[in-house]
């Protein structure tokens, strides 16, 4: 297990065995890599790295607008995207950037979509309903054509 204290390497630690990779890994302050999940439907591991997404623009068509049930959700994880749809039927999109701290949520479950990096909640309106995230997923407008979501 890494120690919480880094320390700056001598010479001869660094020309060792490769300890400076290491050493750099364990000091960098880089978030703990997020558990390891499958891919979902669109091929993308939910919990990786914003960056390796390939974030959806307007027009993009995210799949069937049944594919969303009522009091639940859909993860686009792909297009770092996430659509809900209320009780009452009306459709909702959000980023699947998590605002804490970048991750892609991951799944909607129980009325909640979750961050599996650290365990934020929001509910079917983007809210926080468990930290450590702050605020709410960021709006992204969706709208059904011809029975397909499309990003607005
Ligand atoms: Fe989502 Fe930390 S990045 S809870």
Not at 34 to 43: F, R, S, T
Not at 54 to 79: E, I, S
């Amino acid at each position: 297990m890494a120690s919480e204290r880094c320390t700056r390497p001598d010479r001869r630690a660094v020309l060792v065995g490769g300890a400076l990779a290491s050493l750099t890994a364990a000091c960098g302050g880089a978030r703990p890599a997020p558990p390891a999940q499958a891919p979902g439907p669109d091929g993308f591991a939910p919990g990786q790295p914003v960056a390796e997404a390939v974030a959806g623009g307007p027009g993009t068509v995210l799949g069937p607008a049944d594919a969303v049930p009522p009091g639940g959700g859909v993860v686009y994880g792909r297009l770092a995207v996430v659509v809900t749809r209320t009780t009452a039927g009306e459709l909702r999109g959000f980023s699947a950037v998590c605002p804490h701290d970048g991750c892609l949520v991951n799944e909607v479950t129980d009325a909640s979509i979750v961050c599996p990096c650290h365990g934020s909640r929001f509910d079917l309106d983007g809210a926080v309903t468990r930290g450590p995230a702050r605020g709410p997923l960021a709006a992204r407008p969706v709208r059904v054509d011809r029975g397909h979501l499309v990003l607005d």
